[in-house]
């Protein structure tokens, strides 16, 4: 069992920076890929970003990449999303989950075991 706390959500302008953190307290040795998710109103939830168990793969989504950066530090048993550039489209609430897997990293919510209960971001023009 999982359990993920995110922080570090907020508002923000058009053209700022926040990093979001991921706090998972495990009670298993279980290797877990990492994602993060957003979901806006009247939305559905999207993929944001995801890391692979060793911090070696990660994926983006095509409307974040290159301003955003997913990272994780598996001693402090955290995963961080550096957001740069914002813009009022990202605002939503951002979820990170956990998906129990060595190797790879998914892009699909479906595969995600364990859910944080999210943070909001707010970007004002």
């Known amino acids: 069992q999982v359990q993920l ?3 570090g959500g907020g508002l923000v302008q058009t053209g700022g920076s926040l990093r979001l953190s991921c706090a998972a307290s495990q009670r298993t040795r279980s290797a877990y890929a990492m994602g993060w998710f957003r ?3 009247g939305k559905e939830r999207e993929f944001v970003a995801a890391i692979n168990w060793r911090g070696t793969t990660n994926y983006y989504a095509d409307s974040v990449k290159g301003r955003f950066t997913i990272s994780r530090d598996n001693v402090r048993n955290t995963a961080y999303l550096q957001m ?4 009022v489209e990202d605002t939503a609430v951002y979820y990170c989950a956990a998906d129990e897997q060595v190797i790879g ?3 699909s919510a479906s595969e995600y075991d364990y859910w944080g209960q999210g943070t909001q971001v707010t970007v004002s023009s």
């Open 5 to 7: 706390v995110e922080s």
């Open 84 to 87: 740069n550039s914002l813009k």
């Open 105 to 107: 990293a998914s892009r």
């Open 39 to 41: 979901q806006a109103p």
